[in-house]
């Protein structure tokens, strides 16, 4: 057999080996048989110089050939190969297994609720102030206009330190604290933080958070008050809440409201829609379609001559329970759920 | 307060129902928390004539009556002694149940179809008596059902009165509201003046003490006779919340729920040598009053006397030994005004809250008290077959002054904003519908100066105390216009230059902690700042030390908490009761210490607490098993710090945590930003813990302020490699790991270097341990050569056996 037919030869071996192979290795084993350094085709490169040195570049042309052929041959089938095991391989993958968590905290129900109030007031123009719980009778009750041994007093429960301090029944000292750190107006401050009532039940905790607002500039007027909580209570519960304002009673503010809001839940209608058109009156408002979620009012003349403001200047002030909004945008319905530190409640608040 | 709306609708003619009334007031400031139907089970049972009534042929006791009621004749059997024919008759039929539970079926009696029953009072849960059938008044239309015919007060509003709104805490007072809200006239309850007898202002001597008593006068009534009230009356105060008692007490309760002026009856004949005098308490005298119990008093105290003694405790309650009982022949009827601020001393003091002392703290209408007196006079003398004796025993030592206030229309808009509809007249017309005197004065020379347009002088009306200032007449003014009705409007909220630039306040630092610790994966938590001395004790602390309450809820909270310790330690036992596999815990809040130079006696120190237990990996599976232990917290304190752009603490045993061991302190350089360590077993133990409870506290207040004078300063990056060398070394257990890194970078050197530990093994059984560190060596301006990182790595080496007491 001349090189020639032996180096075609080689090429038929190769497809009649080929379909024997079984595995991977038994390739990798061919491969280095035939195209391996003491492989066929380099033991017949190496009888090159058998041949007349004019047919020489003919069958390094041929042999090149075949070397790539062979090549593409072994690369094929390794392609078959490499599929087969990638199917093998994602046959095995079970994408169902658990992942490894990084880590995930919460953070408090009271906390959220509070930050997304500071960060819609403060988009308004309020300064956030804090100050402390342990508080003075004058800061806590004389200059927002309680006298003492006047029944407003009971409106609120008080845990006292001693003679003069107590704890502070409210965040609303810290419109005194602020209207005195500035000075004279304006002053435009929200003041968050935990008050105490000595008070406990199913819905009264002895100690909960409030914010605090107040507003104290040139020409600030009701009209003021009531677009300020309006914007508010949208910017926290959506743009259908329906707001409405009734007269009320608190020492530090003249006139005092509450405010009340469209039921969250029923949209203010009383009634819920049970199953085939029945209907019952809404848990959340008890049927009224309302719910109390502020307090606020004019600061009183009292307040501002109590800290030396002009008592002609005007302002007003308004404060809310945060566990209140927090049971409303969350469908809490038990306050005390927020201070028993429950994992299984906590990290339902990301 | 209760209010029934038959009640209200004597002194007003509305047509309207209870819901609308409520809304009404609730928007005027007068909440109406509730609308009940006390009588609305009687709604079922209807007048009956009694056309024919029989005795039972087979029993004696039992009657056999034909009951017209209405649509049907029943025949009915009953048993009660006092059935007749020709009495209209409260009828329960068939199918019906009773206030009482008695579902009332068809039945035979002894032969007798019965189909239905007559009720007694008992049965319709009017009262105790079940001796005899009701018997309803003559002009019941058959048919009708009970509480029309009885004229039952069934619808009641619940309402919630602010402590401002004292004259609201009776009829008259929310029918004054109701009528200037609806514009509708107010009748006073009509009745007739018929006194006999001499005058009795003669034979009784009264001496007050006008700063006790501004007002105090008196009637006397004799001939009566102690009796139950009629049905109409018990009923009514049944309605409102108030218990019948006898006909006397009974007169004086309506009365006070009705004008809202507190009378008090002594019988006259316990009154001693016809005096009664009106002055403070003898401190340390005391009065046994009508609830049975002895009362020691003080001088703040007012007490209504006779000649001898304390007969009464004024605005409060009256004494045993003048009390009206079935006996009392004649009484002596007192309507006074008392000083709010003695009654709210005393009812405080003795935590004695009565009807009375509620209303007299918040403020009785002086102008009406005489009115009271005599409607309840005569109601009382009506009711008890009595007579009223002319001649008023009275004394006003101290009258009611007018108050005069100007009102400028102008302060009225400023304060409200645009007030479209508000016109003079609307002012006007507000004011004169709650009682008060409105006199324009617009222009008018005043002192000298001359009013400004649209000004109006105001005398608010005798009952209205907390109108005393222009801002509380622009109040009555906006809330009889409606709240609701004032346009809103957005302020352009005033910044101020100065405050431009200023550091980042508390809130917002302790807001980024927050969400730094909930990246680090910890779950916040909010406890309680009251913790209870004994806990403190438990932990080792000195409980005296502590900010105490005077009034605690009860004795496990009632000092505020020097640590977070208590709080954290508390949620860890509620996780682990209930079963979770690991606790991580954070939580933000104020650590209080006495400290003299508060104005608050107390310091408020901002504390970041943490506590971690049980397994370090958050699922079984992929992660592996292990426990979290001292390098976690660390490691979380250590990240916080860097978070914070602070740097490296050090950590040193202390023993300043009693409820910590080990204890570490953390420090800052001189510094002591806080401490950690592991919670003592004993105390692990008592909050449920298996195993090891790591906890620590940080002073936020000192990382706050360390913070603000920190910052981030970018460092070029390095051009040339580093060559890095590793070298273990034999220590003694004692030593501190870091005291060789610390030796080692002390090292004056030309090549940077670092050192890291990489690997700490402790053979068993040996005090010594291999502490390997990976040493990073770099030349600023080029390239290190191997054999100059062995040299250094061997330099070092021999210093640090020279040093430290280690081996290589």
Not at chain 2, 746 to 751: F, V
Request: aromatic share 6%; proline share 6%; charged share 25%.
């Amino acid at each position: 057999m001349s090189l020639i037919d032996e180096l075609e030869k080689l090429l038929s071996d190769l497809n009649a080996a080929l379909p024997e192979i079984s595995s991977p290795a038994g390739l990798d084993e061919l491969q280095t048989a035939c195209l391996g350094r003491k492989g066929a085709l380099a033991r017949l490169m190496a009888r090159l110089p058998e041949l007349p040195p004019a047919d020489r570049p003919a069958f390094g042309k041929a042999a090149n050939a075949v070397k790539e052929e062979m090549t593409s041959l072994f690369a094929q089938r390794r392609k078959v190969y490499q599929a087969q095991a990638e199917d093998e391989g994602l046959a095995r993958f079970d994408p169902s297994l658990p992942g490894r968590l990084p880590g995930q905290g919460s953070l408090h129900p009271v906390t959220l609720v509070m930050e997304e109030i500071c960060r819609i007031l403060v988009n308004l123009g309020f300064e956030t102030v804090n100050g402390p719980e342990v508080e003075t009778d004058f800061n806590n009750f004389q200059a927002l206009n309680f006298p003492p041994d006047h029944p407003a007093r009971d409106m609120q429960d008080t845990f006292f330190v001693r003679e003069g301090i107590v704890m502070r029944t409210h965040t609303s000292p810290m419109q005194v604290r602020a209207m005195l750190e500035r000075g004279k107006p304006p002053v435009a401050v929200i003041a968050p933080g935990k008050v105490y009532r000595r008070d406990s039940d199913m819905t009264h905790s002895p100690m909960f958070h409030q914010i605090e607002g107040l507003l104290v500039d040139e020409n600030i007027s009701l009209a003021h008050l009531r677009g300020t909580l309006t914007f508010f209570l949208r910017e926290l519960f959506g743009p259908r809440v329906k707001v409405r304002f009734r007269p009320s009673f608190f020492p530090f503010t003249e006139p005092s409201l509450e405010v009340d809001m469209s039921c969250i839940l029923c949209e203010g209608t009383g009634r819920r829609t049970l199953g085939r058109g029945a209907k019952e009156p809404c848990r959340v408002c008890k049927g009224t379609g309302w719910l109390e979620i502020l307090g606020a009012g004019m600061v009183d003349p009292e307040v501002f001559a109590a800290v030396g403001f002009d008592p002609e200047c005007s302002g007003f002030a308004f404060g809310l329970g945060v566990e209140r909004v927090a049971m409303l945008k969350y469908g809490i319905d038990d306050l005390r759920i927020f201070f028993e530190s429950d994992l299984r409640f906590l990290k339902q608040f990301i | 307060m209760l209010l029934s709306l038959n009640w209200l609708r004597e002194f007003i003619p509305f047509s309207g129902d209870a819901a609308e009334l409520g809304d009404k007031l609730t928007m005027a400031g007068l909440e109406v928390e509730g609308i009940s139907r006390p009588y609305a089970a009687l709604r079922p049972i209807v007048t009956g004539l009694v056309l024919a009534c029989a005795k039972h042929p087979e029993a004696d006791k039992l009657s056999v009556c034909r009951v017209d009621v209405g649509d049907e004749v029943l025949d009915i059997v009953c048993g009660a002694p006092n059935v007749a024919a020709g009495q209209k008759v409260a009828v329960v039929r068939v199918g019906v149940t009773l206030p009482t539970g008695l579902a009332v079926k068809k039945a035979k009696l002894r032969g007798a179809p019965s189909n239905g029953m007559i009720c007694s009072e008992f049965e319709l849960g009017l009262s105790d008596e079940h001796e005899g059938i009701l018997v309803l008044p003559d002009d019941a239309a058959v048919g009708s059902p009970i509480p029309d015919a009885l004229g039952l007060d069934d619808e009641i509003l619940d309402i919630s009165i602010t402590p401002n709104r004292g004259d609201c805490l009776s009829v008259l007072g929310i029918a004054r509201e109701a009528a200037a809200l609806l514009r509708l006239p107010l009748r006073l309850p009509a009745f007739e003046r018929h006194t006999s007898g001499g005058n009795a202002s003669a034979e009784l001597s009264l001496e007050t003490d006008p700063k006790l008593a501004p007002l105090y006068h008196g009637l006397v009534i004799e001939n009566l006779k102690s009796a139950p009230s009629p049905g109409r009356l018990r009923y009514r105060l049944n309605a409102v919340g108030m218990r019948p008692i006898s006909n006397m007490v009974d007169a004086t309760n309506y009365v006070m729920l009705e004008l809202g002026q507190p009378l008090h009856a002594f019988d006259l004949d316990r009154i001693r040598d016809m005096t009664i005098r009106v002055r403070a308490a003898d401190p340390g005298e005391t009065l046994i009053t009508l609830d049975g119990k002895k009362r020691l008093l003080e001088a703040s105290d007012i007490t209504i006397r006779d000649g001898r003694g304390a007969v009464g405790l004024g605005g409060m309650m009256g004494g045993l030994n003048s009390e009206i009982t079935p006996e009392t022949r004649r009484v002596f009827l007192e309507s006074a005004i008392f000083n709010p601020i003695n009654i709210r001393k005393t009812a405080r003091r003795l935590n004695l809250h009565s009807e009375a002392s509620f209303r007299f703290e918040r403020g009785v209408d002086q102008g009406g008290a005489t009115y009271a007196l005599e409607r309840a006079a005569h109601l009382l003398a009506g009711l008890s077959g009595g007579h009223v004796r002319p001649g008023f025993i009275k004394n006003e030592g101290r009258p009611r002054r007018k108050k005069r206030i100007t009102l400028r229309r102008s302060f009225a808009r400023a304060r409200i904003g645009i007030g479209a509809g508000m016109e003079n007249s609307f002012y006007e017309e507000t004011l004169k519908s709650l009682g008060c005197e409105v006199e324009d004065v617009s222009g008018e020379l005043r002192d000298g100066e001359k009013n400004p347009a649209e000004c109006w002088v105001v005398i608010p009306p005798s009952w209205r105390y907390d109108l005393t200032r222009e801002v509380d007449l622009v109040e009555e003014v906006v809330r009889l216009y409606g709240v609701d009705r004032v346009p809103a409007a957005l302020p352009g909220i005033a910044r101020n230059l100065e405050r431009a630039g200023l550091p980042e306040t508390k809130t917002a630092f302790i807001s980024r902690i927050k969400h730094w610790a909930r990246g680090a994966s910890l779950n916040e938590i909010i406890t309680y700042s009251f913790t209870g001395r004994k806990v403190l004790e438990f932990l080792g602390l000195d409980a005296s030390g502590a900010i105490s309450l005077q009034n605690p809820l009860s004795d496990d909270l009632d000092v505020l908490r020097p640590h977070l310790a208590p709080g954290l330690l508390g949620a860890l036992r509620n996780n682990l009761a209930q079963g979770a596999p690991f606790v991580r815990l954070f939580e933000t809040a104020a650590a209080f210490a006495p400290d003299q130079s508060s104005e608050t006696g107390a310091s408020e120190e901002a504390r970041l607490g943490l506590i971690l237990h049980g397994e370090r990996r958050f699922r079984p599976w992929p992660d592996a098993a292990g426990d979290l232990d001292y390098s976690d917290l660390k490691g979380l304190i250590e990240h916080l710090l860097h978070f914070l752009a602070l740097p490296e603490a050090d950590f040193v045993s202390s023993g300043t945590c009693p409820w910590l061991s080990p204890a570490v302190d953390v420090l800052l350089g001189a510094e002591k930003i806080g401490y950690a360590g592991r919670v003592r077993k004993e105390i692990a133990d008592r909050h449920l813990a298996k195993k090891e409870v790591w906890s620590a506290e940080l002073n936020l207040d000192l990382l706050h302020s360390l913070h603000k004078k920190s910052g981030i300063f970018f460092k070029s990056l390095p051009i040339f490699p580093p060559v890095r060398r590793d070298v273990t070394f034999i220590a003694p257990l004692g030593l501190r790991a870091d005291s060789i890194r610390k030796t080692i970078e002390g090292i004056k050197s030309p090549l940077e270097t670092e050192a890291r530990l990489i690997d700490c093994f402790e053979p068993q059984g040996k005090d010594e341990r291999n502490l390997t560190f990976r040493l990073t060596f770099r030349r600023a301006d080029r390239t290190l050569k191997d054999a100059e990182a062995d040299k250094q790595r061997e330099l070092i080496a021999e210093a640090v056996q020279k040093t430290l007491s280690v081996r290589v």
